[in-house]
């Protein structure tokens, strides 16, 4: 796999590995956390998450990671790291680079030069829920939250000249093979740069004397040497390489149109039923931090499958498995991290302005994965509320300012009194019908699932929607992986399959339904108190494979009506 973006004009130190580690427990505020005479008894894997191992579970507080890394002296340098989770404070040789407020969300931070050669990173990593330090992250959440760094971190000497920051390709004219091009430069940029854009190893602009906007953004058009499109069934990919000064960032991209007809959604024109999942990045051993050759076998499963299309519930993806999707050909439905959050959240402070930046941030940083197809927002949030309309609105139109080439959705519980469906492109429900049953002594709770399928479509058809996709983003059944008994009750593997085998042949054969992202792709952890009195193991059952990919009897019944199914053609 290509590492994408790569930085071939820089000097990159990968910082992975086993760190330094200390678990200082309950302080009183993380960050004020007096670095002196720590003490680092232990070590830990860096991605990793600390509470995934026996000897934390279970544990919420403030951690401390330590590495070092050796650089030239006198070259400022670049944190960059793919997400971490929940709450993190930055220090290099001791002085605070910055706050991470943003669970999975990957993030740069400056460096300063200094004459020393050896670099000591420090990370305080906190995992306590406290609505003003993340106001993204909530303990009712439905699966377990983590503290760790997540995902890579790299430490980048950066040239003495313009530095880029990241550059975006987005489709211009699908049959002429053109692209638009941002080039995005880190601050403090100068008055005018030169540009080199190679594609596909073939020179193809030069921009001499280009003066960047206000925001240090160079926009420009190139033609692709030789376009082909990308889609499901024939993903083939491109590279694009922008040269400023001595600084290359190396992209990947896809040449593809998404878009919406007759309530399908269509890729390069072609209508495409998405057939698929939601998947949490969750394993037990792990927690979010997945070593790569899981999300090779969860790619590898899906495709097994029959799936096109998978919903990355409910965060910013890891690169690593946007890339493998993009190889693969599999859609995605991405979305930033929320989970059921009502009128008190909307109007938190920090809370709106933080959803805004974590949007904001994953489409910058999804931007060039042609997997990526629908960006999404607050599942399952209070839509059906007056208070919500400000924050769906704002993030609606922030993902369209800087993003004009895919859907917007986001994936309501509220089908029938939802008053924000208006500023979606595609219609996303939640449902369980025959699962948390609307009558609780019906002898068949599966015989709900049509009728309840079939009354959200009505309704919205009649309320002005007939036009939009409408996806079920979420719908499912508990079962307990080798659970099985006569009753085919609740919980067995039986009534998990009957349950999926009427919701796929529901979707397959329904024209009206742009598609289906099951609950779930595997089960995952979840809360340990209360509430797991529903949650069995204090985990969400409802995967079609257990925590570890063991398939489940619904594995079968699924790949028999997703894999019946033939691409399309895109
Ligand atoms: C919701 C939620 C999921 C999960 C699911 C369930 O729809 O979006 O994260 O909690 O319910 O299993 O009940």
């Known amino acids: 796999m290509l590492m994408v973006p790569g930085f071939p004009g820089r000097v990159v130190h990968g910082l992975d590995g086993v760190w330094d580690f200390a678990f200082l427990g309950d ?5 004020q956390t007096d670095l002196v005479g720590l003490a680092f008894g232990d070590r830990m894997a860096v991605p990793g998450c600390f509470d ?39 220090f290099v040789d001791g002085v605070p680079l910055g706050v991470i407020d943003l669970p999975y969300s990957g993030f740069t931070l ?25 106001p993204l992250m909530e303990p009712f959440f439905d699966f377990y939250c983590y503290g760790g760094i997540y995902r890579s971190v790299e430490w980048h000497e950066l040239p003495s000249g313009p530095v880029i920051d990241g550059v975006e390709v987005a489709v211009a004219d699908l049959a002429a093979g053109t692209v638009r091009l941002r080039v995005r430069l880190l601050a403090p940029w100068p008055e005018r740069v030169d540009l080199d854009v190679t594609i596909d190893g073939v020179p193809v602009r030069e921009l001499r004397n280009a003066a960047p906007d206000k925001e240090g953004h160079v926009d420009c058009t190139a033609t692709v040497p030789d376009p082909t499109p990308w889609s499901p069934a024939r993903p083939v990919l491109h590279t694009c390489s922008v040269r400023c000064g001595t600084d290359r960032v190396t992209e ?42 899981q999300l090779v076998q969860d790619l590898q499963i899906l495709r097994d499958l029959g799936c096109n299309f998978v919903r990355g519930s409910h965060y910013p993806q890891d690169p690593r498995f946007l890339n493998l999707c993009d190889e693969a050909g599999i859609l995605v439905f991405e979305e930033s991290l929320g989970w059921g959050q009502k009128p008190e959240h909307f109007s938190r402070s920090g809370f709106h302005d933080a959803q805004l930046r974590q949007t904001r941030a994953m489409v910058r940083n999804s931007f060039n994965h042609p997997c990526v197809v629908l960006w999404g927002f607050l599942n399952e949030g209070a839509s059906h509320t007056p208070e919500s309309r400000t924050l769906y609105a704002d993030l609606a ?23 924000n469906f208006d500023l979606a492109d595609v219609i996303s429900v939640n449902t369980y019908p025959g699962w948390y049953a609307q009558d609780r002594n019906t002898p068949a709770p599966c015989d709900e699932i049509v009728p309840r399928l079939t009354a959200i479509r009505q309704h919205l058809d009649r309320h002005g929607f007939a036009d939009k ?14 659970w099985h008994d006569p009753l085919e009750a609740h919980w067995t593997e039986e009534y998990q399959e009957r349950y999926l085998d009427i919701v796929c042949r529901h979707v397959c054969e329904n024209p009206r339904l742009a598609g289906v992202a099951l609950w779930q792709f595997c089960d995952c952890r979840t809360y340990a108190g209360a509430m797991a009195l529903t949650r069995p193991r204090a985990f969400n059952n409802k995967g079609t494979l257990d925590e570890y990919r063991r398939p489940k009897l619904a594995y079968r019944t699924v790949k028999r009506h997703f894999g019946n199914v033939p691409p399309e053609p895109c």
């Open 252 to 293: 990947r991209f896809g040449l593809r149109t998404v878009g919406v007809r007759d309530g399908l959604v269509t890729i390069n024109g072609t209508a495409v039923k998405l057939l698929g999942y939601c998947r949490h990045e969750a394993h037990p051993q792990f927690g979010p931090a997945l070593p790569l050759q």
């Open 27 to 31: 302080t009183p505020d993380p960050a």
């Open 110 to 134: 400056p460096v300063p030069a200094a004459a020393h050669r050896e670099r000591e990173v420090l990370v305080l990593v906190d995992n306590r829920f406290d609505a003003n330090r993340v």
């Open 469 to 482: 996709p409408l996806l079920i983003s979420e719908i499912g059944a508990g079962a307990i992986y080798g």
């Open 397 to 419: 139109a922030e993902i369209r300012a800087l993003d004009r080439s895919r859907l917007v959705t986001y994936a309501s519980m509220h089908p029938f009194d939802d008053r």
């Open 52 to 90: 995934a191992t026996p000897a934390y579970a279970g544990r919420r507080g403030t951690a401390a990671y330590r590495t070092t890394v050796s650089v030239t002296p006198g070259i400022r340098g670049l944190l960059r790291c793919g997400g971490l989770g929940m709450w993190a404070r930055v």
